[in-house]
Structure formats: C-alpha cells, structure tokens
C-alpha cells in the first residue's frame, strides 16, 4: 500500500497539470463572461470535492454513533436501506417527478440515492471504531481547506461578472458558507476538547451540522424567491467541451483530495498510536515493570508497515 | 421510579427556586442586554420609518448574545459537588435532565423578552405595521430554538478548555437558519409589507428537528466523560 502514494502522486501531478493545460488553453471561451469565466475549472470542482469530503464526513460520524450499540447499528442500517428504496423509486413517481427541477432526470436522482446508500455500506465495511473517527476527522479538515478555496474563488469571479463581490441573498452562497462555519466550529471543538470522548462530541456536532444544512438550503430560498436578485447566473446549457474539461478537472481534484486525505488519515493513526505508546510508557514505568533488561516493545519500534 | 415528567418538573422547579432565591443569571441578562440595547441606540439613530426595517435584526442579536449568558450558567451549578456525576449514575432517564433545563432556560429568556421588548419600543419609536399577534409565535419558537440547541452545546462544551467561549463558537453557525427566521419574520411583521408566515413554519420545523435531534443525542452527551 505503501508504495502506491509515490505512484499516485505522480499520476496526481500529471494529471493536475493536464487539467490546468485545459482549463486554459483547451477549453473554448465564454460567449459572455470572456476569460475570466475559466475559474470556474477550479471554483465548481473545488465545490463538489468539498461537499463529498462533508458527506464522508457525516456518514462515518453516524457510524461511529450507530456502532456504539448493536441495537441502533441495526437500525441505523435498515433506515439508509430504507432511504436508498425510497429515494430509488421515489423519483419515478408520476407526482414526485413533476415536483424536481428543471434538468433534473428522474434517473440520476435514484443513481444518486443509491450510490448514498452503497457509500454507507462501503465506508461500513472497511472502516472500524477508532478508524471512523479517524477518517470523521481527516474529510473534515481537507474538506474545509478545499470548501475555503470555494469561498476565495467565488468573490473573485463574481467581482468582473456580477458587479458585486458577494450576494448576501444568494442560496449556494449562504449554504456554502453556513457549511464552512459549521465544519470550522466542528474543529475547533476537536481541538478545545479535554475528553476522551472528543470523537463523541465531535460527531454529534457533524450530525446537528448535517441537519442544519437543508434547513439553511430551505430558508434562503423562500428569503430569494421574495427578493428576486438578477445578478446571479446558473441556469442554461453548457458547452458540452466545457463541460468535458469541467469534469476532468474535478477528476484531477478528487485525486488530489484522495491523496492529501490518504496522507492525513495516515498521520492521524500513527498520531494516536504514538499517544497509546506513550500513555502505556507511563503506566508501565513506575510500576517497575520496564527495567533497563527488558526493554517494552512499543508499537512505535515496529518495523515499516 | 418515578416517572418521567415528575422528575423534569421536580428538576425544573428546584433550578427555577434556586434562580429565584439568587437571581444570579437573570441579572447578569437583563443588565447585559440592556448594556447592548444602549450600544445600538447610540450606534444608530433611525429614523422610524427605517428603524421598522433594522431592530427585528438588533433586537434578536440582543437576545441572542444575553441567552449566552445564561446558557453557559445552566451546566455550572451541576459541576460543584459533582452533582452531575450523580445524574449519571442515578437511574433517572438523561432527556427529563436535558429537557428541564432548556425548560428553564426557555422561561428565563422570555422573561428576559418580556422585560426589554417594551425597551426597543420606547428607544425607536416603533409601532407595528403589521398583525402584530404573529410576534408571539415567532418570539416563542425563536426563544425555543435558540434554548434547545443551546442547552445542548453547553453540556457539550463542559468537557473543554474555556468552556464560556465554546458555548457560541458551537451554537451561532448552527442557528443561523432559526436567527434568519427569527430576524425576517419580525421584520415582516413589524413592516407588514409581506406575510410572516413562512417563516413561522420554517422555525416550527427548526424546533421540531433539533427538538428530536437533541433528545436523541443528549444521552450520549451526558456519558461522554
């Protein structure tokens, strides 16, 4: 596995660079907006990598409070089963169908709904305990750096195009921003916490975040659709080429949030194993059981994983 | 055992003597706000045709920061004597513990409403444009919203270093959809150019979810040592 990082942050690299070469020579260039629109190649992946990294987020900090019982493990898992039916065939509905917005097929919001659900199962799988917190913390903080970079890019495309540097009213904006509140508060209480049981705390708090987000979504809509703001764009077709360049470059984007996450996650445990060494260190020595002739094995002399 | 609302009331009633007998958070509230209410008056001096548009705002943002005060005493007097670990122990169940507490908050808060509504009154010159019955609802679910998740994040912020600032970093992003509620709700009302309907629904929905999320949670909370 180990060998793999090198690798893949070669491939990353190259791959990054490839999507920068078409953002800016490859792709054609707006009828309206001119140049500047290219931010958008590293504005709107940057946004889509953010909100998967949350999603990770909030899925592992279920698990991780769902796991703490075999009862409500059990029933945390037939409630996303439950979802998944619903949100699948929800969608084909004659009712629902006419109630989802415009461009908006009924078959990709069950895709949807279904990959949700298999996330669920696979971050089930192969993370355990202590490893779910571990990676709570690790989308948490990569999320936040790739959700800030969102939130400087905006301003500086919305200031050519729209006029304006910020639109207080406007519904992708606010959610943006509330979401990164919420996760900076949520690091914050990592590092101010005195207990043992931070990872608790930490994911009750992703969850009470996840919850406030569609709230936050609902509210400013209602807030827009009284107050009509003409500025913001969206809507409309895209060039299918832009189109293409956009999606390669959220590729080049999620590699590089996958490394940058593997890379954390990896600190993250060898962090911990180095605190339980440690704490075992000094529960070991005054009891005299560590003298000079038998050094204790720590995990930390441990050869190369 | 005894059952479950005889003992919130029996926790609700002993919180409710004891602030009584000290007045200690309520005063601290009511002089906090009134300290913030003179702030905004010598900050802006509106005209009342725009003042209509800006105290729903300065109004809630008192409140909001005076129900700070209170919510981070509402754990402290629980931590002398350890009389918090007893509750963990006791076989009392932890939501009649949670819920009696955001119910004693939620009656310190409006009393704290009550007292400086009329102040905002007298210093802008307000009158009400709109049904002005609408402010009820919306001064109730927004004290209600406010204290439930507040209440919350102060059992939470117990287990951390400098506890009374944690208190708003956890709770401000979290309200901020019932805080828009709140503020566009009782601007409605106070212009009365658009119904305040909506928003009243929105903060219903608010309660109601962190309501749940809360009582599901707090147990956990509570055990986290």
Redesign the interface.
Known sequence: MKRAFPILAVLTAFFLVYAFYQALWVAPTDALQGDVYRIIYYHVPSAWTAFLLFFINFIASVQYLANARPSTARAAKWIVIAIGIIGFVAPFIPQVKQQLPIGMYPSSVATMFLIITGLYFVIGKYFVDQNLDVLAVTTAEVGVVFCSIVLVTGPIWARPVWGIWWAPGDIRLTSTLVLWLIYVSYLVLRRFSDSAQTQKLAAVLAVFGALDVPLVYFSIWFFRTQHPQPVIGGGGSMDPRMLHVLLISWMAFLCFAFLVCWSRYRLEKLRREVEEAEALESLLEPAGLAGPSSVVKTPLSRGSK | MRSFWSITLATLTKDIRLEWRSKDALNAMLFFSLLVVVIFVFSFDPLAEESRHIVGGLVWVAFLFAAVVALNQTWARELRNQVLDAYRVSPAPANALFLAKALGNFVLVSLLEALMAPLFVIFYNLRVLGPAWQLIPVALLGTWALVV?GTFFAA?SL????REL?LP??L???S??AV??MV?GTTNILTGE?PAH?YIV?LL??DV??TT?CLA?FE??LQ??
């Open positions: 998740n939470m287990r951390t270093r400098s944690m970093l956890l401000f992003p979290v901020i959809p828009l509620g566009a658009s909506f929105l929905t608010y979810v962190f999320a949670l956990t909370v986290a040592e």
